[in-house]
């Protein structure tokens, strides 16, 4: 049976859109992304996850510690559902969510904030709360050359310099209601963009890609020598599903940050180093057939965040040989899929796809129906299922 087979015999008493999680394919996946970590801990992504089952029951699996949140509500939550440990690694202005954390020992205890500037610093002390608050301290781990002229990675913190992050630190250390737990520096060149791509592009990105992983190797050692001698640091946290095995390498490097590894959606194909098995997917059903060697399916029209264009659309991933009109795209309500498969579909049968990206898929869906071999055997509420949308 193949895996298009499989898919629909598991999943036959459903009407689409649905979206499914192959379980052997996630397991699969976790025990790749343990095996590069090579001993190191890897903290989960919840941003690529986005759904509370999944996310406890990686937790779960040896290799695995502590949760990369993207909002303070959403760790807020998690720590009261009985996770642990839970680092928000984007900085927040949520005066009202700051003042729940400092006033509950607990979360306190479990929940780390970024900073990246005293303005941050000046935000958290300005509440008073009971309890300190726990704090990382963000680092740009971009790369520049030709004198400033290029600069590639995610438009992060300002601080670069083993000297600004000491300041920084100790400025953290002066300030009785903050304590600094930790150092991040999330290598976004490296670790979300692949390498492996033909062309004069793909020559283009392991040239940078091998520049900033010799400058950042020296920096991000240099950085946590002169923050260790402020304040000592419970973690510190680089790269993301795309680095795991480069990031690792470095001594300075105590944990890896990963969640897209588990889902292995569209995005993460283009990489050398490392493959993974498509383990979310949704379904559209055929609903028209507007003419010879084209198939018309219910909705589709999920980009993902990022620089908008082609590369964010989803996959029409089985049947193979589907692809989007040019003038079309991914629809908001209807999607029109050209190619030699298309002669093989009739209404109602499904057409199954790959985001490009891997939580924001379930913003799109109230569940996740578990896959195991050619069963569906369990359905979980996504964040968004449950209410939760945090962004
Ligand atoms: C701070 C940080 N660390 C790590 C990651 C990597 O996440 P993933 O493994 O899902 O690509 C991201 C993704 O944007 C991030 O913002």
């Not at 001594?251 to 180093?273: C, K, M, N, Q």
Request: proline share 7%; glycine share 10%.
């Amino acid at each position: 049976m193949d895996d298009r087979q499989r898919l629909d015999r598991a999943t036959a008493h459903l009407e689409p859109p649905f979206a499914v999680l192959d379980m052997d394919a996630l397991r699969s996946n976790a025990a790749a992304m343990v095996r590069r970590a090579r001993g190191k801990p890897i903290r989960v992504a919840s941003k690529s996850i986005r759904c509370r089952a999944v996310l406890e029951r990686v937790l779960a699996m040896d290799g695995f510690s502590g949760v990369m949140a993207f909002t303070l509500p959403e760790a807020l939550w998690l720590v009261s559902i009985g996770l642990r440990d839970v680092l928000v690694a984007y900085p927040t202005a949520d005066r009202t969510a700051l003042r729940a954390l400092g006033s509950d020992e607990a979360a306190a205890q479990e929940i780390t904030v970024t900073v990246d500037s005293p303005e941050h610093l000046d935000l958290i002390e300005s509440l008073r709360t009971p309890h300190p608050i726990r704090v990382c301290l963000d680092i740009d781990a971009g790369f520049v050359a030709f004198g400033g002229r290029f600069r590639a990675g995610a438009l992060r913190s300002p601080v670069r310099e083993p000297e600004q992050a000491a300041a920084v630190a100790a400025d953290v250390a002066g300030r009785p209601g903050l304590r600094l737990a930790g150092l991040m520096a999330y290598e976004a060149q490296i670790a979300g963009v692949g390498d492996d791509v033909p062309g004069p592009y793909g020559r283009a990105v392991r040239w940078m890609q091998q520049r900033s992983r010799r400058e950042l190797a020296v920096r991000r050692g240099r950085i946590v020598r002169a923050v260790r001698q402020v304040a000592d640091l419970e973690f510190v946290n680089g790269g993301g599903t795309g680095s795991i095995e480069k990031t690792i390498a470095e001594r300075a490097i105590t944990e890896v940050a990963a969640g897209s590894g588990f889902f292995h959606p569209r995005l993460f194909d283009f990489y050398r180093g490392f493959t993974g098995r498509p383990a979310a997917l949704f379904a559209l059903p055929v609903v028209r057939r507007p003419a010879p060697g084209v198939v018309t399916v219910l909705g589709g029209g999920y980009p993902a965040s990022g620089a908008a264009g082609p590369t964010r659309l989803p996959q029409p991933y089985l049947p193979e040989g589907l692809r989007y009109h040019p003038d079309e795209g991914a629809g908001e309500v209807q999607t029109p899929l050209l190619g030699e498969a298309a002669a093989g579909l009739r209404l109602g049968d499904r057409v199954w796809f790959r985001h490009a990206k891997a939580g924001e898929l379930c913003e799109r869906f109230p569940v996740l129906h578990l896959v195991e071999g050619d069963r569906v055997v369990e359905e979980v509420p996504t964040y968004r299922g449950e209410g939760m949308t945090f962004l």
